[in-house]
């Protein structure tokens, strides 16, 4: 008779430990750093997105200088059937195509590396795309200054975080 009882209590001490083992923990803290931060300038409307380097690194981010270069001058359509002469070629300031982006509304911009892991938004103003080249507008500054580092790669993920999308 004992050993049936003893079975028994030895059978339920291990079905208790079994629960015991799946019962939820309390989970621990955990500490997760965001991959991107909004700081607002001061005195604008504007923000910058600094990325962790953990991030930046995962995005794989890259960036070419804004440079004046000699390229061709817009295409010109023949009038009244004449070939159009071949313009020579002019110095003007340009970025990379794949610094270009657009909002919605329509408007150019493209990011700048202000500093490492920094990056702000940049109004510009587009004449004419030619090759791989985004020519800018002549005139007024319609663009960050030669020499400015723009982003070519990971742009549309710093507008993601500057707007908040997938949040």
Avoid: W
């Avoid at 939820?24 to 600094?50: F, L």
């Avoid at 270009?100 to 587009?126: C, H």
């Amino acid at each position: 008779m004992r050993r049936p009882r003893l079975l028994a209590l030895s059978i339920l001490a291990l079905v208790g430990l079994l629960l015991a083992g799946c019962a939820k923990s309390k989970p621990q803290a955990e500490t997760v750093e965001k991959a991107a931060t909004i700081i607002p300038i001061p005195g604008t409307n504007r923000v910058q997105v600094r990325l962790t380097p953990e991030a930046v690194k995962r995005l794989d981010v890259h960036t070419a200088t804004v440079r004046d270069q000699a390229v061709a001058p817009r295409s010109t359509a023949p009038v009244d059937g004449a070939p159009a002469s071949a313009p020579a070629s002019t110095v003007r300031r340009v970025i990379p195509f794949a610094a270009l982006l657009y909002a919605p509304a329509g408007d150019a911009f493209t990011y700048v590396n202000v500093q490492p892991d920094l990056y702000e938004r940049t109004s510009i103003s587009v004449d004419y795309v030619v090759g791989d080249l985004a020519v800018l507008s002549a005139g007024p500054p319609t663009g960050p200054p030669v020499g400015t580092a723009v982003v070519t790669v990971g742009g549309p993920e710093l507008s993601g975080a500057e707007f908040g999308v997938g949040e």
